[in-house]
């Protein structure tokens, strides 16, 4: 089973990227699929969540800049970021749990990681 992210880079504040990570190996279109991120120095932290029938949760922080949407016949999820500001360069990493979990916020919560993606935002 493999996560990839990709869609990372370097882009000026205000700006907006697009974030994907796409799954083999087995089907996720049964389970919460999320993003994290962990800026240098700092603990890995959740940034949203979807479950299989699109219900979604994000941190407070990327609320109404980010959304988060998936296509589960692909098993792909999407994180879109806009409004882009310093405090989001992170490396992002994109994770799943197991079928038919509850959407929730805690890294220990999720079974399988992508191998992140860098995202650095400049002033």
């Known amino acids: 089973v493999q996560l990839q992210a990709s869609g990372g880079g370097l882009v000026q504040a205000g700006g907006s990227l697009r974030l994907s990570c796409a799954a083999s190996g087995r089907t996720f279109s049964n389970s919460v699929m999320g993003w994290f991120r962990q800026a240098p120095g700092k603990e890995r932290e959740f940034v949203a969540a979807i479950n299989w029938s699109g219900s979604t949760y994000y941190r407070i922080s990327v609320k109404g800049r980010f959304t988060i949407s998936r296509e589960s016949a692909k098993s792909t999820v999407y994180l879109q970021m806009n409004s882009l500001n310093p405090e989001d360069t992170a490396t992002y990493y994109c994770?799943?749990?197991?079928?038919?979990?509850?959407?929730?916020?805690?890294?220990?919560?999720?079974?399988?990681w992508g191998q992140g993606t860098l995202v650095t935002v400049s002033s």
């Open positions: 994770a799943a749990k197991e079928r038919l979990r509850p959407l929730s916020t805690g890294s220990s919560e999720y079974d399988y």
